[in-house]
């Protein structure tokens, strides 16, 4: 058997195995050529920093789990580590597997800083979150990646009342990060049979600071941005700027048509509900986008393109509703919120879900864009915010 | 006979029945012997034009009739017809 130093060895391999510099790299990513690259590191080097879309294997997993990675044995991957000399050696390991065309990078991590490239620094949980969202880091589609992005994310709440109760509460619980909350009104003793996220105690407050302090009771990393104020044509758009996601939970036509109208020139997908007596409605509305891979649905204008005109449509204070029936259609306006969030399972865009309490049925229905539609059809003509009390002919506030 | 799904604001002309049946080869016959059978549901739901207003949508089976023939879209016995209109109550 040969006897080999250290530096023999490594130039053993290094005449079998081509080495790349990290400006190479960064240069052939600009290209469009895309190696896989893999970080061969230990866990605590990784958290420090790393090359960007790299993936992490582990030397002591890489042979173990780089098929996990990249199954082709013909495809381009680079490996580093911090100094170039790990992954020479693991390199030479995948050429043993049948990989052709690997790569380890001079210099390793080390190198890639030194050289000025862009360093991505992975966010962690902390030990405390980790344990309040356990359930959900172990849930395959969350993980930890999509708790931070729960904990980043951004969702604005039109109204505090039957929807947006058990929406904010449940919002809260899953680490929504910031939720935002537009209503003016004030907690009564009638909103008690079903706003679930007010109680005796608050009986007078505005219902933004009732909110406020349940939300974070239950959780209290959760920022809560109220505006205690209507919602207007002249302030929409700036309240709406920045939220990832609208939760429809208001009361009345202009407010929904405004909300509608708002949430598409910004471009925020709206989850939208409505309920009455024993039946609730939810969709969500989002904006076709091709550039981000969305293929989107219609709007509220495609399905209802006038208001019924004013009296046709009795209101919940005078018809009555079920108190458990916000109960469950905010939940799932919390549902799909999350879900376009994380990127997780189908939205409702397209379908709208129908909910019969008394009948314990649940619907869905196909929904389309109409071509004519004003807003987000083939011609639109409606291209900013119109005065909506005057559309609707009627008050969206007493 | 096909069923029709009755909204909540319109069950007080149903007497209370979430779905009916009722004969007809066509969304608008289906429509019109619903107001035969329940009077006061047309006024409801058609414009002075003869059109379903346009804060109501009537699905046949699961897609929108505007999308299909509208009024004229052929009905089979065992299709399903759900009126849906707008509702703007948010449980405040």
Do not use: K, R, S
């Given at each position: 058997m040969t006897r080999l130093t250290r530096d023999q060895l490594l130039n053993h391999i290094r005449a079998s195995v081509p080495e790349v510099t990290p400006a190479q790299v960064a240069e052939w990513r600009q290209q469009g050529r895309e190696p896989v690259v893999i970080d061969i590191r230990e866990r605590d080097e990784w958290i420090q920093g790393h090359v960007p879309d790299a993936w992490h294997l582990s030397r002591s997993f890489l042979e173990l789990q780089i098929e996990q990675v990249e199954p082709d044995r013909d495809a381009e991957i680079v490996l580093y580590c911090a100094g170039g000399v790990r992954s020479l050696l693991a390199a030479r390991n995948l050429q043993e597997m049948g990989y052709e065309q690997v790569y380890s990078m001079i210099g390793g991590f080390g190198g890639w800083k030194s050289a000025g490239l862009e360093v991505n620094v992975p966010r962690f949980l902390s030990p405390m979150q980790r344990e309040r969202y356990d359930r959900h880091i172990i849930l395959p589609g969350v993980g930890e990646a999509g708790q931070i992005a729960l904990l980043d994310s951004k969702v604005l709440l039109i109204g505090a009342g039957g929807l947006g109760s058990p929406a904010a509460l449940y919002l809260a619980a899953a680490g929504v990060g910031t939720i935002g909350i537009i209503d003016f009104d004030k907690v009564d003793r009638t909103n008690l049979q079903r706003q679930i996220l007010h109680g005796e105690a608050t009986i007078g407050q505005a219902k933004v600071e009732s909110a406020r302090q349940r939300i974070n009771d239950l959780n209290p990393e959760i920022k809560v941005i109220g505006h205690d104020c209507p919602l207007t044509s002249a302030n929409a758009l700036d309240i709406l700027r920045g939220y990832d996601v609208v939760l429809n939970g208001s009361d009345n036509f202009p407010t929904r048509y405004l909300v509608n109208d708002a949430c598409h020139l910004l471009r925020i997908p709206l989850v939208d509900a409505s309920i009455f007596m024993f039946e609730g409605q939810v969709t969500v509305y989002q904006r076709r986008d091709r550039a981000r891979g969305v293929e989107g649905g219609p709007c509220y204008r495609c399905l209802y393109p006038d208001p019924p005109p004013p009296g046709e449509v009795p209101s919940c204070a005078e018809a009555g509703v079920f108190g458990v029936l916000p109960g469950i259609i905010g939940s799932i306006q919390a549902v799909e919120a999350i879900k376009l969030i994380l990127g997780?399972?189908?939205?409702?865009v397209g379908r709208m879900l129908l909910y019969d309490a008394q009948d314990q049925s649940f619907r869905t229905l196909s929904i389309r864009r109409n071509p004519a539609c004003p807003l987000c059809g083939d011609h639109p003509t409606l291209t900013e915010l119109i005065d909506y009390e005057q559309f609707c002919g009627m008050p969206a506030h007493e | 006979m096909s069923t029709i799904y009755i909204p909540t604001p319109l069950r007080r002309l149903t007497i209370g029945q979430s779905k009916v049946t009722l004969e007809g080869e066509s969304v608008g016959a289906i429509l019109t012997a619903l107001d035969a059978a329940y009077p006061g549901i047309g006024e409801r739901l058609f414009d002075e034009q003869g059109q379903v207003k346009p804060f109501i949508n009537v699905f046949v089976n699961e897609d929108d009739m505007r999308t299909l023939q509208g009024l004229d879209t052929p009905v089979h016995p065992s299709d399903r017809i759900s009126i849906v209109p707008a509702m703007a109550g948010g449980g405040q």
């Open positions: 997780l399972g189908a939205p409702l | -």
